[in-house]
C-alpha cells in the first residue's frame, strides 16, 4: 500500500473501514449500548453505595456462580467426548454419508431449543422408558429419579450444545490435508502416531472454537435447569431472570450479569493461554 | 364450518388445556415459537381475527377491532366469533400473557411515556393490576355503558388494591390449594401441612407464584395471609427453604405439575382449581382439595390501559362477557371461576357436569375458607419477593 500512488490510496484506504462500517454500527447499537445502560443499571443503587449490587451478587450468588461454572465445563466435557469421534467419523470415514450425517447433527436446529428440552422431560420422565432400563440394569435405585436432578441438567445441556462443539470440529478436521496423514503412513508412523501427531494437533482449533460455543451458552442457560432441574439446580441465569421480573431488582440482576460476564471472560483467557491457538494470540 | 371440525377443535382446545393449563410461560411460549400447527378453528378463533365480518346486523359501527391481550386457553372458541356477529365489532384477541412480570416489564415503558400499547383491555392478576392502577397506568371503566357490571359478586366489588372497581373488573377467579394422588398418598390428604409429610419426601411440588405459596404455608402456620407481615413472610420463606434444601420440595412450579401429577412423578403439590378440573376428564382419581385452614382465591382482572383510543369498545367487550349466558359459556371452555353472578345457573344448562363441581362452582362451606393475599406496596412487594426467591433457590 504505501508505494502507491495518493489518487487511489485514498479510496483504498477508505474502503475497509466502509466495508466494518455495517458491522460496527451494529454492535455500537445492539451491543455497546446495552452493555453501558446494563452498566449504569448496575450501580444505580437507591439507598445505598453504588457497588451495592456488586457486594450482594458476590456474598449471595456464590453457589449459583460455581454451579453454573461446574455444569457449563461438565456439558462441555461431554460434548467434546462424544462430539469429536463423531466429527472425525463424520470427516473421515462416512463417505457418502457424510452430507446426511451433517444433516442430521443440524435436524434438531428445525424445532426450537425450548421444544426439544421439553421432549427430554417426557424421555427421563419417572415411569418413563429410560428410567425403567436404567433400573433394571441396577444403576438406578428403585426409588430413583432422573428428571430434576444434576444429571438431568448436564445432560440437556450437553444434548442441546452438541451441534455446536461437532461441527467447528468437522471443518478443522475437513481442512486437513489428507496427504500429511498419507505422508506420516509412509515414513512408518501407526495409525495412532498419525493422528496424535498431525490429525489431533491440526484440529485443536476446531476444539477451541467448539469448547467455546458450547462452554460460553451453556455457563448462561437457564431452560435446561429450570425444566430438568430441582431449586436445588438452578443456575445463574434464573436468578438473574427472577431479579429481573419478579423481585425488579435491577441494580442486583445487572450486577449479577456483570459478574457473570467477567467470570466468563477470565476463563475464556485462561483457555486460550492454556491451549495456545493462533486465533488469539 | 362442519360440526365435526368444531367437535375435533373442541378436542383440540380440551387437550391443550389439560397439557398447559394457565400459567406455566416457558413451555407455553416454546409452542407458541414452535409453530404447533392446529387446526384452523381453533386458533383463528384465538389469535388475532383478520378482516372478520364487516357488521353483521351490528350497524356497521365498527370502528377498529378492539385489542384484547390475555392468558392462553382462557377462553372457549365461540365467544369472539359470537361477539363479533352480536355487536359487529371486531376483535383482535391476543394470548400473548405468559407471566405477570414479563409481560408487565414489556408494557411499562409505553405506558411511562403516555405511548399506545396497541391493547384496549388486558387481563392480569389482582397484584399486578394493583401495581398498575397506582403507576396510574389504567383508564378508569365508563359505567354508564357497563349496566353489566352489577352482576359483578358482591364478594369482589369492593377490593383493596381497586376500591369500588373503579379501573378493573375479574375475567375470572381460580383457586389455589392442595391437588394430590391418591394412589401416590395412599391416604387423603386434609392440611396443607400435609405437602412437608417427610413420607413424601422429593415427590411434591409449590408454586412459583409467590402470593399462591406464601399464602398457602402461611395458612398451614396459622397465619392469615390477609394480614401477612414481612416477617411472617419471613418465616413462612425460612419453612420452604429448609423443606426445598432437605430434598422433600421437588420443584417450584407454573402449572407443569399438572402432568407430573397425572404421570404420578409427583404425590402432592400446591395447585390451581382450573388446571385439576382439567385434568379430571382422563385421570378421575385426582383430587383437589381445600384444606381445613383455607385455600388462595385470586383473580385475573380486565384493565384498559390509559391509552387506549377505543375505551368505548373495550366497554362493550366487557359489558358482553359480564351477561350470565355469555360468562357461563366462557366458563364451559375454561373451567375456572366466574366473577359474574347467575352465571352458575346458566352453566347448569350447558354444562351440567361441569356446573356441579366444586371447582367451577365451590359450595358455600368451601367459598368461606377462601383466602385473598394482602396488598403489598411496591417497597413491600420488592421486600417479600427477595425472601421468597432466596427460599425457592432462584
Known amino acids: ?281 | 364450518m362442519s360440526r365435526d371440525t368444531a367437535q375435533r377443535d373442541e378436542e383440540i382446545h380440551r387437550l391443550l388445556r389439560q397439557a398447559l393449563g394457565r400459567r406455566r410461560f416457558i413451555t407455553r411460549t416454546a409452542l407458541a415459537a414452535g409453530g404447533l400447527a392446529l387446526g384452523g378453528r381453533f386458533l383463528a378463533g384465538c389469535g388475532g381475527r383478520e378482516g372478520g365480518p364487516d357488521g353483521i346486523g351490528g350497524g356497521g359501527k365498527a370502528r377498529g377491532p378492539v385489542r384484547i391481550s390475555n392468558w392462553p386457553l382462557y377462553i372457549d372458541s365461540e365467544t369472539v366469533p359470537d361477539f363479533e356477529k352480536a355487536t359487529g365489532i371486531d376483535v383482535e384477541y391476543t394470548e400473548d400473557i405468559n407471566d405477570n412480570g414479563e409481560f408487565f416489564a414489556k408494557i411499562d415503558e409505553p405506558l411511562k411515556r403516555n405511548q399506545s400499547i396497541d391493547r384496549d383491555i388486558i387481563i392480569l392478576t389482582d397484584w399486578m393490576i394493583g401495581r398498575l392502577i397506582s403507576l396510574g397506568y389504567a383508564a378508569p371503566l365508563d359505567n354508564a355503558s357497563f349496566p353489566n357490571k352489577a352482576n359483578l359478586l358482591d364478594n369482589l366489588s369492593d377490593v383493596g388494591f381497586d376500591p369500588a372497581r373503579k379501573y378493573s373488573v375479574p375475567w375470572m377467579s381460580g383457586m389455589a390449594a392442595l391437588g394430590y394422588n391418591p394412589k401416590k398418598t395412599g391416604r387423603r390428604l386434609t392440611s396443607v401441612n400435609d405437602i412437608f409429610d417427610p413420607k413424601f419426601k422429593g415427590q411434591v411440588t409449590m408454586l412459583t407464584e409467590m402470593r399462591d405459596t406464601l399464602g398457602l404455608v402461611l395458612l398451614g402456620m396459622g397465619k392469615d395471609p390477609a394480614k401477612a407481615t414481612l416477617s411472617d413472610a419471613k418465616a413462612a420463606c425460612a419453612r420452604i427453604k429448609k423443606a426445598r434444601e432437605s430434598g422433600q420440595i421437588r420443584k417450584f412450579t407454573g402449572n407443569d405439575y399438572a402432568e407430573d401429577l397425572a404421570a404420578g412423578n409427583i404425590a402432592a403439590a400446591f395447585a390451581w382449581s382450573g388446571d385439576v378440573q382439567g385434568l379430571l376428564a382422563d385421570n378421575p382419581g385426582l383430587q383437589w382439595v381445600a384444606p381445613a385452614e383455607g385455600a388462595m382465591l385470586y383473580s385475573d382482572n380486565m384493565l384498559v390501559p390509559k391509552t387506549s383510543d377505543r375505551q368505548d369498545l373495550a366497554m362493550s367487550w366487557m359489558n358482553y362477557v359480564y351477561d350470565p349466558a355469555h360468562s357461563a359459556q366462557i366458563i364451559a371452555g375454561a373451567p375456572y371461576l366466574s366473577p359474574v353472578k347467575g352465571s352458575g345457573a346458566e352453566l347448569a344448562k350447558i354444562a351440567p357436569d361441569l356446573a356441579s363441581s366444586p371447582l367451577v362452582n365451590p359450595p358455600d362451606d368451601l367459598r368461606a375458607r377462601l383466602h385473598v393475599f394482602r396488598a403489598l406496596s411496591d417497597a413491600e412487594d420488592m421486600e417479600f419477593n427477595r425472601v421468597f426467591q432466596d427460599a425457592i433457590g432462584a
Not at chain 1, 35 to 41: K, M, N
Not at chain 1, 93 to 98: E, Q, V
Not at chain 1, 183 to 206: C, H
Request: proline share 6%.
Open chain 1, 1 to 281: 500500500m504505501a508505494g502507491t500512488a495518493a489518487g487511489g490510496t485514498r479510496q483504498s484506504r477508505a474502503a475497509p473501514y466502509l466495508l466494518i462500517a455495517p458491522g460496527v454500527l451494529w454492535l455500537t447499537v445492539f451491543y455497546v449500548v446495552p452493555i453501558v445502560s446494563l452498566a449504569q443499571t448496575s450501580v444505580e443503587v437507591a439507598g445505598g453505595p453504588w457497588w451495592d449490587g456488586y457486594q450482594r451478587a458476590l456474598t449471595g450468588y456464590g453457589t449459583h456462580f460455581f454451579r453454573s461454572l461446574r455444569y457449563a465445563f461438565a456439558a462441555t466435557i461431554l460434548a467434546l467426548v462424544l462430539g469429536y469421534p463423531l466429527a472425525y467419523v463424520i470427516a473421515f470415514r462416512a463417505g457418502r454419508l457424510k452430507t446426511l450425517l451433517l444433516g442430521l447433527v443440524i435436524l434438531p436446529f428445525f424445532t426450537t431449543f425450548l421444544v426439544r428440552t421439553f421432549a427430554w422431560k417426557t424421555i427421563l420422565n419417572d415411569g418413563g422408558p429410560a428410567v425403567r432400563l436404567l433400573q433394571q440394569l441396577h444403576l438406578l435405585a428403585p426409588d430413583g429419579r432422573l428428571l430434576d436432578t444434576t444429571i438431568a441438567v448436564i445432560g440437556g445441556l450437553t444434548y442441546n450444545f452438541l451441534p455446536f462443539m461437532v461441527l467447528p470440529i468437522y471443518v478443522s478436521l475437513e481442512k486437513i490435508d489428507r496427504r500429511l496423514v498419507e505422508a506420516a503412513q509412509d515414513l512408518y508412523s501407526t495409525p495412532r502416531g498419525a493422528f496424535q501427531k498431525i490429525v489431533l494437533p491440526l484440529s485443536l482449533p476446531g476444539v477451541f472454537a467448539g469448547s467455546l460455543l458450547t462452554f460460553i451458552p451453556a455457563a448462561g442457560d437457564f431452560i435446561n435447569a429450570e425444566l430438568l432441574g430441582s431449586p436445588n439446580q438452578q443456575m445463574i441465569g434464573t436468578v438473574i431472570q427472577n431479579q429481573f421480573l419478579e423481585v425488579r431488582d435491577y441494580p442486583l440482576a445487572a450486577a449479577l450479569s456483570f459478574v457473570m460476564m467477567f467470570l466468563i471472560t477470565l476463563g475464556v483467557l485462561a483457555y486460550a493461554r492454556l491451549l495456545g491457538t493462533e486465533e488469539l494470540a
